[in-house]
Each structure stands twice: as C-alpha cells, then as structure tokens.
C-alpha cells in the first residue's frame, strides 16, 4: 500500500513558476513508476508526465515537453514536478500517481495508487 500526498499547488500569473511535490508512504517507492496527471473542469483526466523507478527515464505531453520537468528522489520517497512558463490552460487539479507495472505510462489505468490532487490555478 503506497500512499501520495501532493503539494505545491497555488496560484500564479502566466509565465510563472511553480513546484509540485508528491510524498509517497512505505519503503518500496523506487519499485514504482511515478506519474502526474492533471484534471481540468468538465474534462477528463490527462497524462502530463511519468518517470521511470530510477529516474532514468521521463516521458511528456506534447503541451508541456520545454516547459514541466519531472525529477525524484528515492531517498526521500518524493516525485517533483518543475512548471515553468506557465500558462492559463494549464490550470486543472495535478494528481501524482504511482505504478508498479509500467506497461503504458500514459494511461491512467496503469497507476495502482493516486494521491487527492492538487490545485494549480494560472491567470492571464
């Protein structure tokens, strides 16, 4: 059982930055493939970016690839997610989540554990 707290959410002008975190529970968070995916209102959920178990591999949207850059630290059982250039259609509630068998890391069935979300709110 993995359990995902998200913070770092807020609001920020547009071209802005921003920092989320996501702590995980438990000692077996390098076995997991981590991901954040983002909501916005009336919309479903979509992938933003993933990262391998060791970090060494990462995997964008084409709408943030340049802008978002996701990192972790499995010595602190933490996933980040780097948003620079921020724009008002990235506004949405970012969910981390994490995944113990990575087949497709764009979809969010592969994920076993979310966390509540967070807010991120960019005006023009």
């Known amino acids: 059982q993995v359990q995902l707290v998200e913070s770092g959410g807020g609001l920020v002008q547009a071209g802005g930055s921003l920092r989320l975190s996501c702590a995980a529970s438990g000692r077996t968070f390098s076995t997991y493939t981590m991901a954040w995916f983002r909501q916005a209102p009336g919309m479903e959920r979509e992938f933003v970016t993933a990262i391998t178990r060791s970090g060494g591999g990462t995997y964008y949207a084409d709408f943030v690839k340049g802008r978002f850059t996701i990192s972790r630290d499995n010595a602190m059982n933490t996933v980040y997610l780097q948003m620079n250039s921020l724009k008002p259609e990235d506004t949405a509630v970012y969910y981390c989540?994490?995944?113990?068998?990575?087949?497709?890391?764009?979809?969010?069935?592969?994920?076993?554990?979310w966390g509540q979300g967070t807010q991120v709110t960019v005006s023009s």
């Open positions: 989540a994490a995944g113990s068998i990575a087949i497709d890391l764009r979809r969010a069935s592969t994920y076993n554990y």
